[in-house]
């Protein structure tokens, strides 16, 4: 008998199997779709150099950061900040009285009891913050940092105590601020010869501290 011809095999020219085995056939050659490869081996897809992909990360963060444009405000305020005033010296030398006496000057005002900093209005742009320092040795450390003018107390009956030359040794260390001297208790001086030699004499000793060598 004769033998029947078979029909060849043929293969698929679309469809999903044939879909299917295109995209195996182009993965083999390396032309194919990178994801379906990525999946089959993974390792070859990892970073090469991790210094490259650092630049190439923080090159990318700076592109994205230059499209930020972001608004800068101006927070300089209208008025500029008080000046920070310090009274200092040791108890009993009348730092109470004097801060009283420059508020009186500057608000024609009598204020009885002196509770923390005093903030006064002495001209259109310029307010002052007057500041009592005590002779706690913290209170004398924060305040060397912030004035901006000191007022040194000094009974002149007395002359200097241990308290001025310890807040004169923290300003040095501080950044100097402004220091001006103010003399007390110059009425306990009868003879005005001994006044005027205790001032000189007591002048001449701070401006060895105050002034650089």
Not at 92 to 115: A, D, P, W
Request: hydrophobic residues 35%; proline residues 6%.
């Amino acid at each position: 008998m004769e033998e029947k011809e078979k029909k060849k095999h043929r293969a698929k020219h679309s469809g999903p199997k044939a879909e299917k085995k295109r995209k195996r056939y182009l993965n083999d050659l390396g032309i194919g779709d990178e994801e379906n490869a990525r999946k089959r081996n993974p390792k070859a897809f990892t970073v090469q150099s991790a210094v490259r992909m650092a630049r190439t990360f923080h090159r990318t963060q700076d592109l994205k950061t230059k499209k930020h444009h972001i608004p800068v405000v101006d927070r300089t305020p209208l008025e500029p900040p008080p000046v920070v005033v310090v009274v200092v010296g040791p108890p009993k030398v009348g730092k109470s009285t004097v801060i009283k006496c420059l508020i009186k000057n500057f608000t024609r005002q009598k204020l009885v009891e002196i509770r923390g900093p005093v903030t006064i209005v002495s001209g259109k742009k310029r307010r002052l913050t007057i500041i009592e320092c005590g002779c706690d040795i913290n209170t004398m450390i924060d305040l060397a940092k912030v004035a901006d003018l000191v007022l040194m107390l000094i009974d002149a009956s007395f002359g200097f105590e241990m308290e001025t030359f310890e807040f004169l040794n923290i300003c040095q260390v501080h950044g100097f601020p402004k220091i001006m001297g103010v003399l007390t208790h110059l009425d306990t001086f009868k003879n005005n010869k001994q006044l005027k030699k205790t001032k000189k004499k007591l002048k001449h000793r701070f401006w060895t501290e105050v002034y650089p060598v």
